[in-house]
Nanobody
Framework: QVQLVESGGGLVQTGGSLKLSCVAS????????MGWFRETPGKEREFVAL????????NYADSVKGRFTISRDSAKSTVYLQMNSLKPEDTARYYC???????????????????????WGQGTQVTVSS
C-alpha cells in the first residue's frame, strides 16, 4: 500500500523559496512516476511537476518552469519540490502523487492530468504574500 506524506509548506513572501518533501512508503518505487500537483478552492487540481523514479527524467508545467525543481532521493524514498522566486499565484495546497507506470510510460502529457494518478498525500499549504 502506497503512503505519501508531504511536509515543508508555509508562509513566504513574494520572491522567497520553500522546499517541499514527500516521503513515500509501501512498495519499491521502481517503475513509478512521482508528481506534485496543487489546488486552490474552486479550481481543478493542477499539474506542477513530475519525475520518473527510474532515470529521473522530469517534466514541468509552463507556469513553474525555471523556478521549481523536482528531485528524488532513492535512499530516503523521498521526492522534493524546490520552489524559488515564489509568486502570490503559487499560493495553493500542494499534493504529492504516485502512479505505477510499469515499463510502458505513456508520455509526459498523459500524466499531467490528476485523474491519471492513483495515490495521493494529504497535502501541504503554501501561501505566498505580496
Amino acid at each position: 500500500q502506497v503512503q505519501l506524506v508531504e511536509s515543508g509548506g508555509g508562509l513566504v513572501q513574494t520572491g522567497g523559496s520553500l522546499k517541499l518533501s514527500c516521503v513515500a512508503s509501501g512498495p519499491t518505487f521502481d517503475n513509478y512516476a512521482m508528481g506534485w500537483f496543487r489546488e486552490t478552492p474552486g479550481k481543478e487540481r493542477e499539474f506542477v511537476a513530475l519525475i520518473r523514479w527510474n532515470g529521473g527524467s522530469t517534466n514541468y508545467a509552463d507556469s513553474v518552469k525555471g523556478r521549481f525543481t523536482i528531485s528524488r532521493d532513492s535512499a530516503k524514498s523521498t521526492v522534493y519540490l524546490q520552489m524559488n522566486s515564489l509568486k502570490p499565484e503559487d499560493t495553493a495546497r500542494y499534493y504529492c502523487a504516485a502512479e505505477y507506470t510499469g515499463t510502458r510510460y505513456l508520455g509526459d502529457n498523459y500524466y499531467q492530468r490528476s485523474q491519471r494518478w492513483d495515490h495521493w498525500g494529504q497535502g501541504t499549504q503554501v501561501t505566498v504574500s505580496s
